[in-house]
């Protein structure tokens, strides 16, 4: 088990500190070579980077596999009121830790090294057992505004801190308009865009980066609506006017 911290950030690797969030990819689709998933938590606040932590250690230990939180630039550079009142973690029970037991039991041997093809394919079947459990039962999103929603807008980090503002002004000007912001990424909420699905008439993926999230999007909304791209990248962040004028832009029929 490991929790990973990846702040994402736009500039090159001289140093740039800018935000940004196009290791989605990297993130969602396991970091590395094979048919491995981690558990990914996107935190939209520096409460939630605390408490997403947490998370992320339990989870880690639970699932035994790798956490990761996502977050970017911004979040990594805020300032806000943090409460460090929230429950502790779980307390998880590890009887294949190398421990030592003083010769109490067998020998407990972890292997994880299968030359055998047969053996090989038995044990990713079975790990991905554990990754349908963990799909079914370890989302975790935030809705916002989304029960009369004709538009509902995706977004998690800062773009989602973001979009809020412009849901609000939208909602000013009379347009149905909500969010979903997806708090774990994987497994991502799939069961929320798809209920959404039913009855918005299209979807609004905002991102720091050149889309990517927007594909987890249409394929929980099976593609039944039309979802739009609206972005920035290489640190720059979307702005509260640029997200409404998507939004009024989908609402005049401009959905594709």
Same mark, same amino acid.
């Given at each position: 088990?490991a929790l990973?911290?990846?702040?994402?950030?736009?500039?090159?690797?001289?140093?740039g500190?800018?935000?940004? @969030?196009?290791?989605?990819? @990297?993130a969602?689709?396991?970091?590395?070579?094979g048919d491995?998933? #981690?558990?990914?938590l996107? %935190?939209a606040?520096v409460?939630?980077?605390?408490e997403?932590? *947490?998370?992320?250690?339990?989870?880690a230990?639970?699932?035994?596999m790798? /956490? #990761?939180?996502l +977050?970017?630039?911004?979040?990594?550079?805020?300032?806000?009121?943090v409460?460090?009142?929230?429950? $502790?973690g779980e307390?998880?029970? &590890?009887?294949w830790?190398?421990?030592?037991?003083?010769m109490?039991r067998?020998?407990?041997? !972890?292997?994880?090294?299968?030359?055998?093809p047969?053996?090989?394919?038995k044990?990713n079947?079975?790990r991905y057992?554990?990754y349908?459990?963990? $799909?079914?039962?370890?989302?975790m999103? $935030?809705?916002?505004m989304v029960?009369?929603?004709?538009?509902?807008? /995706?977004?998690?980090?800062?773009a989602a801190?973001?979009?809020?503002n /412009?849901?609000?002004e939208a909602?000013?000007?009379?347009?149905?308009?909500?969010?979903?912001? %997806?708090?774990?990424?994987?497994?991502? %909420?799939k069961?929320?865009?798809? &209920?959404?699905a039913?009855?918005?008439k299209?979807?609004?993926s905002?991102?720091?980066?050149?889309g990517? #999230?927007i594909?987890?999007?249409?394929?929980?909304t099976?593609c &039944?609506?039309? *979802?739009?791209?609206?972005?920035?990248?290489g640190? #720059?962040?979307?702005? %509260?006017? @640029?997200?409404? $004028?998507?939004? !009024?832009n989908i +609402?005049?029929?401009g959905? &594709?």
């Open positions: 088990p990973v911290i990846n702040v994402q950030r736009g500039g090159p690797g001289l140093g500190i800018q935000p940004s @969030q196009s290791d989605y990819f @990297q969602t689709r396991a970091g590395g070579h491995f998933r #981690m558990l990914v996107a %935190p606040s409460q939630e980077m605390a997403l932590t *947490v998370k992320g250690f339990d989870l230990d639970k699932y035994r790798t /956490a #990761m939180i +977050a970017d630039g911004t979040m990594g550079q805020m300032m806000e009121p409460s460090l009142d929230f429950a $502790e307390k998880v029970e &590890k009887p830790a190398t421990t030592g037991t003083g109490a067998e020998h407990n041997i !972890v292997n994880s090294l299968y030359l055998s047969e053996e090989l394919e044990t079947f079975e057992e554990r349908a459990y963990i $799909e079914e039962n370890e989302a999103w $935030e809705e916002y029960e009369d929603a004709d538009i509902v807008v /995706a977004a998690f980090g800062i801190r973001v979009s809020k /412009a849901i609000n909602r000013k000007q009379g347009i149905k308009v909500g969010l979903i912001r %997806p708090i774990t990424l994987w497994p991502f %909420p069961a929320a865009f798809a &209920k959404a039913n009855t918005a299209a979807f609004l905002v991102e720091l980066s050149m990517q #999230m594909e987890d999007v249409r394929l929980a099976e &039944k609506v039309p *979802v739009t791209l609206c972005n920035r990248v640190g #720059m962040i979307p702005s %509260p006017e @640029q997200v409404l $004028e998507a939004i !009024v +609402a005049n029929g959905a &594709k």
